[in-house]
């Protein structure tokens, strides 16, 4: 099939690339001239595994074409749209601008029969306003939420573990089940809503994922209080099927461009709809998560005898989450920000995020590798469980830094070894 996308950030540069990959024929639409010239030489101008892989591939056989001009849509039979929806700089809701350009953009382009077709995470009733502009050119809209993950967003797009389609025809599944017949093929299950019940699923799903986090870090902060440890405790529930073991990490808590402003802006919608109190708990499930770095910057604190200013402050990851370069709502970036204005000498190195770190917030100090973040530190925060950080050997890092404290922010070390090794060990919710 024909088709577009529009936007070509995490989302959409991969769904163009997954799509070409599965034998359409895709041109991705950005406004950022220099995404497209780095995508159109089969560049990723972001760090996602897999992607450099499937681009090359895509450019090879030529099914992949990217452009900075709309009218390049033209031809096309679907398309899709998966622009940023961000917090919006006042308040709580999502910023609609980048989804209502990307429509605005596809207007005048349209033919009857086109599908324009969102992916992008949108506060309900979003759809069925965008329909409203889009029906009258004859071409209609379908939702059809996206549920990737960074870091396996090449797999999540070809192998989704569910397709959701939000629609108003038969005509519109139909050609979705086009777009998906290899997806289709291996059985993924696929389920076929009315507009307001796929935008929701997609806000559902993150608010419990976010909710899932948040008890467990609630969890955390009871078993500081009483000596327990939250890792046992998570090992223990989520041996029960009905639980599950999956996003049951306490930690530094969650962020990302996803999580945490999904479910702000949720509490928003609801609230506009006079149902604020059915997802009250959401502001809660935020401030669990916010307390969550606070604790890991008194345990760096207490570890440095009360006090950070001057101390050399390793801090382990800059990303949201390993396996990425997005900083976007980063607790890693958060802690590193927030030992600064302490007053400590941060120095912090991430595999693939100083970059991006580094030209948000300059005034940190950066590492160019593991030795060098090392090297001298007073203490030692893991806030990003990359494997590198994993797999750390405790003696040998012992040898590198001033003084053998660590905080493990994501709990992801061996308490026992680190200890043996001569390391004062915490983490978070452990005794
Ligand atoms: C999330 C959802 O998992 C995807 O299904 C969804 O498609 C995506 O948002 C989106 O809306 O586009 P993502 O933001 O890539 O995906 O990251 P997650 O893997 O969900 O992790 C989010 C945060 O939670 C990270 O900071 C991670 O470190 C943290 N986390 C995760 C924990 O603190 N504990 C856990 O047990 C799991």
């Given at each position: 099939m024909k088709m577009s996308v529009i936007g070509c950030g995490y989302?959409?540069?991969?769904?163009?690339?997954?799509?070409?990959?599965?034998?359409?024929?895709?041109?991705?639409?950005?406004?950022d001239a220099a995404k497209i010239e780095a995508l159109a030489a089969g560049r990723a101008p972001f760090f996602e595994p897999g992607l450099p892989e499937?681009?090359?591939?895509?450019?090879?056989?030529?099914?992949?074409?990217?452009?900075?001009?709309?009218?390049?849509?033209?031809?096309?039979?679907?398309?899709?749209?998966?622009?940023?929806?961000?917090?919006?700089?006042?308040?709580?809701?999502?910023?609609?601008?980048?989804?209502?350009?990307?429509?605005?953009?596809?207007?005048?382009?349209?033919?009857?029969g086109d599908l324009v077709v969102g992916k992008s995470t949108v506060p309900v009733g979003t759809a069925e306003r965008l329909a409203a502009l889009i029906e009258p050119t004859g071409a209609e809209l379908a939702w059809n939420p996206e549920f990737l993950r960074e870091g396996f967003a090449v797999k999540d797009t070809i192998e989704p573990d569910r397709l959701v389609y939000g629609v108003r025809s038969d005509r519109a599944v139909e050609i979705l089940d086009q777009v998906y017949a290899q997806a289709l093929s291996t059985g993924t299950p696929r389920l076929v809503t009315d507009f307001p019940t796929a935008e929701l699923v997609k806000t559902a799903a993150n608010a419990f994922l976010a909710t899932k986090i948040s008890f467990i870090n609630a969890m955390a902060e009871i078993a500081e209080a009483t000596g327990a440890d939250v890792t046992q405790l998570a090992d223990a529930i989520g041996h029960d099927v009905r639980i599950g073991r999956k996003f049951l990490n306490a930690g530094v808590g969650f962020g990302g461009g996803c999580l945490p402003k999904d479910i702000r802006a949720f509490s928003a919608r609801a609230e506009e709809l006079g149902r604020g109190e059915s997802v009250a708990f959401l502001k809660e499930v935020d401030a669990i998560n916010l307390r969550r770095r606070r604790r890991v910057i008194d345990l760096v604190t207490d570890a440095l005898g009360g006090s950070a200013?001057?101390?050399?402050?390793?801090?382990?990851?800059?990303?949201?989450?390993?396996?990425?370069?997005?900083?976007?709502?980063?607790?890693?970036?958060?802690?590193?920000?927030?030992?600064?204005?302490?007053?400590?000498d941060v120095v912090a190195w991430d595999p693939e995020a100083v970059d991006n770190a580094r030209r948000l917030h300059p005034q940190l100090g950066y590492a160019d590798d593991l030795d060098g973040v090392l090297a001298g530190a007073e203490a030692v925060v893991l806030v990003t469980e990359w494997k590198q950080f994993r797999e750390l050997d405790p003696a040998k890092t012992a040898e590198a830094v001033a003084s053998a404290t660590i905080v493990d922010g994501r709990n992801v070390l061996?308490?026992?070894?680190?200890?043996?090794?001569?390391?004062?060990?915490?983490?978070?919710?452990?005794p």
């Open positions: 989302l959409g540069a991969v769904h163009a690339a997954a799509m070409a990959s599965l034998g359409h024929d895709v041109v991705g639409i950005d406004v499937l681009l090359t591939a895509d450019h090879e056989t030529g099914s992949l074409r990217f452009s900075t001009d709309v009218s390049e849509i033209t031809g096309s039979a679907v398309h899709f749209i998966g622009v940023g929806t961000p917090q919006r700089r006042d308040g709580n809701g999502a910023d609609l601008q980048y989804v209502d350009a990307a429509v605005e953009s596809l207007l005048p382009h349209l033919s009857p200013y001057n101390k050399r402050v390793a801090v382990l990851g800059l990303a949201f989450k390993p396996d990425s370069d997005d900083i976007r709502d980063s607790p890693a970036l958060d802690v590193a920000v927030q030992l600064h204005g302490l007053g400590a061996d308490p026992q070894e680190w200890r043996a090794a001569g390391w004062t060990y915490q983490g978070l919710g452990r």
